[in-house]
């Protein structure tokens, strides 16, 4: 980042935030006629800085969804939250492989070579990879999500910003909840809590829930649904007061989640059998998929997830300050299978699966105190991640034949099969699965020593200056052996038994030349040259390296600190300033032995405004920011062979923005929120893999996204009280570029928008029994019925002439009843 590029962004960012200073002062004035009935504005305690501070003194872009957002919206998962949140996008189609994205930033890559850019922390423990971030919220308090870089706060992988769960802790009272929702498509869910005081200085916390549902979507051809399933979990919490000065925190976390996966709508129309499509697909032709039937044929189209986890939390109070020490350790398997090419024809199959085992442990020591004029927090951390990987390409020698007649011009098993008709051979060529895949494997280590200290130089003026070393090692291996077809080998080898094979086939201009080794114009088709033949990981570096164990191993470290001037010119007011560092460590593209790429590093300069206003009960913050990021890492695919591959790509961009949020308690019976961001985001520079030059443009980033919620209570006497809650969120539509198009997540076709500008609102109504013990509510989720696309599952479209789609998800409405005691 460089001197110009570090003065343009803090000139920007001041100005631009101090333009908010009488956004909301302006409302100041005389109090409205309810006033003698409002109440004071909730305090909002957060732990963003490794502190307990209250939301209005910290110096960071922050946005709370408190426990009441979670109720209001029946939220399950992060997921069903984002929305809520302007700058926080989350894709949780594929729960297994959730994405992250925070002012435009994300890494998009489901491989464990590549670690995300916005870190999930629960209680404190990073969550990592997406495989085990989208977890069901199970005695949640409340969410944190700070933006911009978080890296001397939270440590790896914050170079976006950080999501930072807090759950419940045990208490010393009994108490206990149980909460019953249904709902349309099926929906059931069940959850319980119990809260047991052991004694003067035990307390244990029980959770479980039980979420199912019949799914929204059906199989046109057999009637099954396509996204149904179960997700179980269990949380157990023990706290234990040891001594005076010492507290003991054990928790425990298990879930079990066994579903459909997303389901693929194909956008192709398809030929009468045996006719195929054209290779590669037509986008002109392209079908909207909102409403259209969808059909499947993927032997076992699933997604599954076991997550075990255990966090130990030891707190030790000396004169001079606190000791904590925490050690987590977090296990998950996963098994995602989805279908590809959106048909049930045996000779368009295509499927892919993942399948992820991962192991993590946590070690750190954090030491904090203050005096007069210094709050102080230091430490020291170790994380270790162990993970295993398969990425695997499913299809059908009848899917092979096709793809080998639309990008060669010859359909290898026709023509064998003709062959063996011919001379009354009982051999049987079609019909055989056929499987490719990439085997990863990772060993990564990071140490990292940090501290952070806010030095009160005045009454009014506070000087902070936070430092994180941090040093990252991975291990890494590729292997990638030849196809698994069994039968169809087997099948192979009796026709050259027979003397069928080898037979020469001339070479067609249609691109059959690619197969002709020795340039005589004939192809040498025998059972060992089919044995050696491999379509979707056939790119040059993988046939190199078939049946190969490719192994690397590097490492990485990084000096991150941040810098913040905060001042508070009056009680109710905090003007601040920052400047950021974040990093992420470098790392390696699954599908390419040998290939690695470099750290990544962003650069973020802040200015905002924070405002109490007792009196008027509002409260809001403004900031503007600029970020320069360096060697950003995200998967694409690489669409200039004639088989797409995912490589990942490297980019550089930069963006300038405004977040903005406020809350008003404008009596004791009406609350309103609201929360803005508008980013301008562009590359600096990048050129995609098919040579298209992105400098200057638009990373795909929308500019503007808005939330804003109201709920308002009417007392019903003696007869408890009814609450009627609405939120409505709205994302602009993406900024596409030249590149988009071939990613499938951005663009406009004849029939429909991938991007276009959304619009969500959810409503509640809810009553509480005069004593709160029972509840009962009604509720809708995406009230309007608005729905999208998501994206192109676009893998089959150069390979078999086939291409699906994904789209959101439809209204969901039903009744909650709850008992408290």
């Given at each position: ?59 960071i872009a922050l946005q709370v969804v408190g426990e009441e957002v979670i109720e209001q919206t029946m ?697 709160l013990q029972w509840s009962m509510a009604a509720y809708v989720n995406n009230a309007f019925d608005n ?35």
């Amino acid at each position: 980042m460089t001197y110009n590029s570090l003065a343009r962004g803090v000139r920007f960012a001041l100005a631009t935030s101090l333009l908010a200073v009488p956004a909301l002062s302006a409302r100041a004035q005389a109090p409205s006629p309810a006033a003698h009935e409002a109440v004071e504005l909730d305090r909002i305690v957060v732990t963003a800085q490794s502190r307990e501070q209250e939301l209005k003194d910290v110096p960071i872009a922050l946005q709370v969804v408190g426990e009441e957002v979670i109720e209001q919206t029946m939220a399950e998962t992060l997921g069903d939250l984002d929305v809520f949140v302007p700058g926080l996008s989350i894709d949780d189609n594929q729960p297994t492989q959730a994405g992250f994205k925070l002012r435009g930033l994300s890494t998009g890559d489901f491989g464990i070579g590549t670690d995300p850019t916005v870190g999930v922390y629960v209680d404190g423990v990073y969550a990592g990879r997406g495989g085990g971030t989208l977890l069901p919220f199970l005695d949640v308090e409340r969410i944190e999500v700070l933006k911009g870089p978080q890296g001397t706060l939270f440590g790896r992988n914050t170079a976006a910003g950080a999501v930072s769960i807090v759950t419940k802790r045990p208490t010393s009272a009994w108490e206990g909840r149980a909460r019953v929702r249904v709902g349309n498509h099926g929906k059931r869910y069940v959850d319980g809590m119990l809260n047991l005081p052991v004694g003067d200085t035990v307390a244990l916390r029980i959770n479980a829930l039980d979420s199912r549902s019949d799914g929204w979507m059906r199989d046109a051809d057999t009637g099954k649904a396509l996204d149904d399933g179960r997700n179980w979990a269990t949380r157990a919490a023990l706290d234990w007061d040891i001594g005076d000065n010492t507290q003991l925190l054990l928790s425990w976390d298990h879930e079990d989640l066994d579903q459909r996966s997303r389901p693929a709508i194909g956008l192709v129309p398809l030929p009468p059998a045996p006719g195929v499509p054209a290779v590669p697909a037509d986008p002109a032709q392209y079908r909207n998929p909102i409403g259209r039937a969808a059909v499947t044929d993927v032997v076992d189209n699933n997604e599954t997830r076991t997550f075990d986890g255990a966090t130990l939390i030891l707190d030790h109070a000396f004169d001079w300050g606190h000791l904590s020490a925490m050690t987590a350790w977090r296990d998950f398997d996963t098994y995602n299978r989805a279908e590809e090419d959106g048909s049930n024809r045996r000779d368009l199959y295509l499927d892919t699966i993942n399948v992820e085992d991962n192991t993590t442990w946590y070690q750190e020591f954090k030491f904090s105190g203050n005096s007069e004029r210094l709050d102080w927090v230091a430490g020291t951390s170790w994380f270790k991640e162990k993970a295993r990987q398969s990425s695997v390409v499913d299809l059908t020698s009848d899917s092979i034949n096709t793809a080998a007649a639309g990008l060669y011009g010859l359909p290898l098993f026709s023509l064998l099969q003709g062959a063996a008709d011919l001379y009354g051979l009982p051999v049987q060529l079609f019909g055989n699965p056929w499987r490719e895949s990439y085997e990863n494997t990772v060993d990564a280590t990071a140490y990292a020593a940090f501290g952070d200290v806010i030095w009160h130089a005045t009454d009014k003026l506070n000087l902070t200056f936070g430092l994180r070393y941090t040093r990252d090692r991975k291990k890494f291996t590729w292997r990638n052996d030849a196809h698994r077809a069994d039968a169809l080998n087997d099948a192979l080898q009796a026709l050259e038994q027979y003397g069928v094979l080898p037979q020469p086939v001339p070479c067609d201009a249609m691109g059959l030349c690619h197969l002709d080794a020795d340039g005589d114009g004939l192809i040498p088709i025998d059972a060992a040259f089919l044995a050696g033949f491999d379509l979707a990981f056939s790119d040059p570096i993988s046939m190199a390296n078939k049946g190969v164990t490719s192994r690397a191993k590097n490492r990485w470290s990084d000096w991150s600190p941040r810098f913040v001037i905060d001042y508070h010119p009056s009680e109710d007011t905090m003007l601040f300033a920052s400047v950021a560092k974040g990093y992420k460590a470098g790392g390696y593209n699954v599908f390419s032995p040998g290939a690695s790429f470099e750290n990544e590093s962003v650069w973020n300069v802040e200015a905002g405004i924070k405002r109490d206003l007792r009196d008027l009960r509002i409260q809001y913050e403004a900031s503007a920011f600029y970020y320069v990021y360096d060697n950003r890492q995200a998967i694409r695919l690489d669409t200039t062979s004639e088989v797409p591959r995912y490589v990942v790509s490297s980019s550089d961009l930069s963006a300038m923005g405004v977040d903005f949020s406020a809350r008003w308690q404008a009596s004791d019976r009406l609350s309103v929120d609201v929360a803005t961001e508008w980013i301008d985001s562009t590359y600096k520079k990048f050129v995609t893999p098919e040579g298209v030059d992105l400098r200057g443009a638009p990373t795909g980033e929308a500019s503007w996204s808005f939330a804003a919620g109201a709920a308002y209570t009417l007392p019903l006497g003696g007869y408890g009280d009814l609450t009627l809650s609405a939120r409505h969120a709205y994302g602009g539509a993406s900024r596409c570029n030249a590149g988009s198009s071939s990613q499938g997540n951005c663009g406009r076709y004849l029939a429909f928008t991938i991007g276009e500008e959304r619009n969500r609102t959810d409503l509640s109504l809810r009553w509480r029994s005069p004593s709160l013990q029972w509840s009962m509510a009604a509720y809708v989720n995406n009230a309007f019925d608005n729905r999208y696309v998501t994206g192109l599952y676009s893998y089959g479209t150069t390979v078999v002439g086939t291409t699906a789609a994904g789209v959101t998800e439809p209204r969901f409405y039903g009744m909650e009843l709850a008992y408290r005691f």
